[in-house]
C-alpha cells in the first residue's frame, strides 16, 4: 500500500534528517512512527482498562506468592 503525506519544507527536512540519522528509508522512519504510535496507545488503552478492572476489586497479592504458584 502506498499513500503520501504533505509536509512542510521544515517538516520534510526534519523526517529526511531524523531517518537519515537512523540509516533507515524515510517510508521505514513513517511506518516505524506509525505503528509506535499504534502500540503506545493500545499500552496506554490496556493499562487504562487493567486498572479500572484492579478498582473494582482492589485486592493485592505479594510478588513472592505470585512466584510460588504453579501454572
Known sequence: MAFS???TE???TLAKRYAALNGISLG???KQAL???IEDEYDVTVGE???EKYLSNP???ALKDLMEEEY
Open 10 to 12: 521544515e517538516e520534510e
Open 59 to 61: 485486592k493485592t497479592r
Open 28 to 30: 521505514e522512519a513513517f
Open 35 to 37: 505503528f509506535e504510535k
Open 5 to 7: 503525506v504533505r509536509m
Open 49 to 51: 482498562a487493567a486498572y
